[in-house]
């Protein structure tokens, strides 16, 4: 039986090298490229983002008023009581000094805090609340 000569195998060995180092330069910097874009993206969300809070400013027997303070939008607005009950405020997107109040279903009896959840740059969480016994409690 004749095998393949030793010149043969080695300048097949050096062409396979060749061909897969050449599929592996391709897709490599495509693959960090997007990771790395990624990380930025999210990176400076988070900068621009760094104290951005809601403020639950008025807690009524009726009403719930939360304010953003803020440069940034928030977006996303969702307020929830501490029986994990959620209310729908009139906006669920608050520009810079923007108010948004819920009225229809909300009812202080019984609860003992109000915690209102939304999103600055569409991605990072931003929360704030008031709790029974704050100045912003007049239930």
Request: proline share 3%; hydrophobic share 40%; glycine share 10%.
């Amino acid at each position: 039986m004749k095998g393949i000569s030793p010149m043969i195998s080695a300048v097949l060995l050096i062409a396979f090298t060749v061909a897969v180092a050449g599929i592996v330069s391709t897709w490599l910097p495509g693959f960090f490229g997007g990771v790395t874009g990624n990380v930025e993206n999210t990176t400076t969300s988070q900068t621009e983002c760094a104290g951005v809070y809601l403020d639950v400013f008025r807690v009524t027997d009726t009403t719930i008023l939360v304010r953003n303070p803020s440069s940034k939008q928030i977006t996303n607005l969702v307020i929830l009581d501490n029986t994990g009950t959620s209310y729908t405020p009139d906006k669920t997107t608050l520009t810079a000094g923007d108010i948004a109040r819920v009225t229809s279903g909300w009812s202080a009896a019984g609860k003992t805090e109000v915690i209102a959840n939304g999103l600055c740059q569409g991605e990072v969480a931003v929360t704030g609340s008031c709790s029974q016994g704050d100045a912003c409690w007049k239930a």
